[in-house]
């Protein structure tokens, strides 16, 4: 995880009163503003779909299935408990409505249908889960179902929750945030089964600004929530975990996302594809290319608040930034061209266009 020169972890006021945890973080630096027990093991509850999310859409990315694809109700995504559209074995429903029933109403059935349609089983899925939470670095994560109904071993922590978060909206947000900041929709429009859509997410409705993500609730896990603002030309994600009531909850995640939105701002360094060196080797075609930065990379910064000096320096394939001096980041960089291996023909006459030209 990147690390914020305006770091202010818990230093200027207490943001979340109800809750047992939390965070707020920057989504594209991934810099943390706040914090209150954000490395505390406990239950995720339904937010665990943020991750079940990421795994579809990463499929759907890679081209594995189309929105309009049809996916069959196995007898055991229809036996699932808690929130669901009641799927029958046997239903049949497009990919578009499955996802749209996870996002908004927390549906399991359709979270297990998804899974086994994506990866043949829930287990496989979940073995998924639990590979995508190590790429991102994540220690104190560990899923057994696809859904978040209640089950041993099945915990994450708000800090991990976050940049869970922070993934899907990095890599998805476009798929995602038209879906998380409806209010209601429906699916089997035109039949005896329309089922209503609503999200369990109020603050869409009522807070402006507010366009997702994910609530969750179990007795052990208590009230639970991951939403995301954007306001003032920034996004921030707030995490809050084992609140008492809805209305605890809901508060400390505004008093959280109100106070990045109004207190932050991103500096732009580069813009995704911005080439930061060009390169020439005699073995390669072509004998010049370009290493490219390979997303946006902001910094988060209070508002008057002078940054510092910025400054750069390129160690082999990688983009260093300092402030001040000091380190800040580095960004693997890209290469913007498709290379090949120069053949002896084309080396020598490189060599001779060199010497003679």
């Avoid at 089922?195 to 600004?209: A, H, M, P, S």
């Avoid at 208590?222 to 954007?230: E, R």
Wanted: proline share 2%; aromatic share 8%.
């Amino acid at each position: 995880m990147f690390a914020c020169p305006y770091y202010i972890c818990n230093a200027e006021v207490e943001l979340v009163l109800n809750s047992k945890s939390a965070i707020l973080i920057e989504p594209t630096t991934e810099s943390i503003v706040y914090t209150k027990n954000a490395h505390e093991k406990r239950s995720p509850a339904s937010m665990t779909k943020i991750m079940s999310l990421k795994i579809i859409f990463d499929c759907y990315k890679d081209g594995k299935f189309k929105m309009e694809d049809l996916v069959t109700t196995s007898e055991y995504a229809s036996s699932m408990g808690g929130s669901q559209i009641f799927l029958s074995v046997g239903e049949q429903m497009i990919v578009e409505d499955l996802i749209k029933s996870i996002i908004i109403a927390s549906a399991n059935d359709a979270c297990v249908a998804m899974a086994e349609f994506t990866y043949g089983s829930e287990e496989a899925f979940v073995e998924q889960m639990n590979k995508e939470a190590k790429n991102l670095g994540l220690t104190n994560t560990n899923f057994v179902n696809c859904t978040g109904l209640p089950t041993n071993n099945h915990y994450t922590t708000a800090h991990d929750m976050a940049l869970i978060a922070c993934s899907l909206l990095n890599n998805h947000a476009d798929e995602v945030l038209p879906i998380s900041s409806r209010y209601d929709d429906y699916i089997r429009e035109g039949t005896e089964k329309q089922f209503w859509l609503v999200n369990t997410n109020k603050l869409v409705r009522f807070v402006e600004g507010i366009d997702g993500l994910k609530t969750g609730w179990t007795v052990e896990a208590g009230y639970c929530l991951t939403a995301t603002m954007c306001k003032n030309d920034i996004r921030f994600v707030a995490v809050a975990m084992g609140a008492e009531t809805p209305q605890k909850r809901n508060s400390d995640i505004v008093n959280m996302l109100q106070y990045g939105v109004s207190n932050y701002e991103i500096v732009s360094l580069y813009n995704k594809d911005d080439s930061v060196k060009e390169v020439e080797d005699i073995l390669s075609r072509p004998n010049k290319y370009h290493l490219v930065v390979p997303k946006d990379i902001n910094i988060l910064k209070r508002k008057g608040v002078d940054l510092g000096e910025v400054s750069t320096k390129i160690n082999k394939n990688e983009l260093e930034i300092y402030i001040d001096d000091k380190f800040f980041q580095s960004v693997k960089l890209e290469i913007k061209e498709v290379l090949s291996k120069a053949n002896f023909l084309e080396i020598f006459l490189e060599i001779i266009g060199q010497m003679f030209g």
